[in-house]
């Protein structure tokens, strides 16, 4: 599509990289006061949480002592995040490990899926991760304030600082505090925004280059691997750190 | 609108059109909803379950190993211990067959040397016998010879006692007196 589109445009090297991520209206429901209309991200949204279960389910359907290598991966996908939920939280982390796995498991599809040529990444939309890290956020200051009460608010009293540096300190921590759901949701969706925009440059060059389009196809190798690697790190980092968070509500440092 | 077929924003990020994000937000959170649902209901369990049942499988294992551990120990242990006794058993078989040998050896030893003394009694007895056969038969031979030499020499000079007597003083001279 963009092909075509940088082709009828000047000289072809004029490619929109950004039309990846447009959002098509597929089955337009509009309830007036808001637009809830399904589109091709709701439809990747259901994908995967559609291929996550479908994975799982037949993964265990079969299960036995000795796992078979589908079971062995499902087992490994639920232990190392419980693994991780524990690590970071100790044991009072584990009640909220379905839902950390959830999420987890919610990116990691979602950000695989878009690897797909011609499909549509969910997660590279602001909208869907500031909600995922806004969720977070929320959850994880009600758990504080829930277990600890007012105390929650020494999170942002650094007690072990010089009594003269407090005031400025804890203005610090304050201000970090809310920056967490803006840089937890950035990182994840400017990572998977970035790496195929620059898939789609590339993939412009290819067409403009004609027969010396092998040298951008080399790097569209590289880049694509790269992009792998990162929408497996970028789901781990997400999960990683809303553990992080979460202890911070749980067993406050 | 979330509709967007004209490339009206060409250039843009569509991730900056607010205008989307309700229906974004709206489908993700009921996306996300469906996922944790059916994990927490249907999948969670079943994963933790299969790790539970490996869990207790590898700790049965390892239970049943230990106690037949143990037995063997035990079999062991009651090898050793038969071994012992046996053992014991053979050193007091021997000490007794011993102690049984000697007894009767020294029963034997005795018999023989009763025997021994009581065939030496028999032969001193029956030499001495023979002794006081030969010193009477002597003693006969001396006083008829002499009774005879008397009745040739000196006819009725002596009588047969006075002979008996001086038989018996020339005997006694010669050591062989009764």
């Given at each position: 599509?963009?092909?075509?589109k ?7 090297f ?15 429901i ?5 637009d ?5 991200s709701?439809f990747?949204a ?14 265990m ?9 589908m ?15 524990r ?36 997660t ?8 995922l ?11 504080g304030f ?14 072990d ?10 203005i ?5 505090y809310?920056?967490?759901?803006v840089s937890?949701?950035?990182?994840l ?8 925009a ?10 403009a280059?004609?027969?010396?389009g ?22 781990y980092?997400?999960t990683?750190?809303?553990?992080v ?9 | 609108?979330?509709?967007?077929e ?13 205008d ?10 009921l ?13 969670l369990p ?9 869990h ?14 143990r ?11 038969a ?9 007091a ?19 023989a ?6 065939r030496?009694?028999?032969g ?12 009477d ?17 000196a ?24």
């Amino acid at each position: 599509m963009t092909l075509a589109k940088a082709e009828s445009a000047e000289g072809g090297f004029n490619i929109d990289p950004m039309h990846q991520f447009e959002i098509k209206n597929w089955v337009p429901i509009d309830l007036g006061f808001v637009d809830l209309s399904f589109t091709n991200s709701a439809f990747f949204a259901f994908l995967a949480v559609g291929l996550t279960c479908l994975f799982l389910w037949t993964a265990m359907s079969g299960s036995s002592l000795v796992p078979s290598r589908m079971q062995s991966m499902a087992e490994g996908l639920y232990e190392f995040v419980r693994n991780m939920v524990r690590d970071a939280c100790g044991d009072a982390g584990l009640k909220y490990f379905p839902y950390i796995f959830t999420v987890f498991l919610f990116i990691l599809a979602c950000n695989l899926l878009g690897m797909i040529p011609y499909s549509f990444t969910v997660t590279s939309h602001f909208a869907v991760t500031v909600f995922l890290a806004l969720s977070v956020f929320i959850t994880v200051t009600v758990i504080g304030f829930m277990k600890h009460g007012t105390h929650f608010f020494a999170l942002f009293w650094p007690m072990d600082a010089p009594a003269a540096m407090r005031p400025v300190l804890a203005i610090i921590e304050v201000i970090s505090y809310f920056v967490r759901p803006v840089s937890h949701s950035i990182r994840l969706g400017a990572n998977m925004m970035a790496g195929h925009a620059v898939l789609k440059v590339f993939g412009g060059f290819v067409a403009a280059l004609g027969v010396f389009g092998i040298i951008p196809i080399a790097a569209i190798v590289g880049v694509t691997a790269l992009e792998l690697l990162v929408a497996v790190i970028q789901a781990y980092v997400f999960t990683i750190l809303t553990c992080v968070y979460l202890n911070d509500a749980l067993n406050m440092h | 609108m979330a509709s967007s077929e004209t490339s009206d924003h060409s250039g843009g990020m569509p991730q900056l059109e607010f205008d989307t994000w309700a229906a974004q937000i709206f489908w993700t959170a009921l996306a996300l909803f469906l996922l944790y649902k059916v994990l927490s209901n249907k999948i969670l369990p079943k994963i933790a379950g299969a790790l539970e049942d490996r869990h207790n499988a590898i700790a049965d294992d390892l239970d049943q190993a230990s106690e037949l551990k143990r037995k063997a120990e035990d079999a062991e242990n009651a090898y050793n211990q038969a071994l012992a006794d046996a053992k014991a058993n053979a050193n007091a078989i021997v000490e007794a067959t011993k102690a049984d040998i000697a007894e009767k050896a020294a029963a034997e030893n005795a018999n023989a040397e009763a025997e021994i003394a009581a065939r030496t009694v028999e032969g001193e007895q029956r030499i001495g016998e023979i002794k006081a056969a030969a010193a009477d038969s002597a003693r006969t031979v001396a006083s008829d010879a002499a009774s005879a030499i008397v009745a040739k020499l000196a006819p009725g000079s002596a009588d047969n006692s006075t002979i008996a007597s001086a038989v018996e003083r020339a005997l006694a001279q010669t050591g062989m007196a009764r």
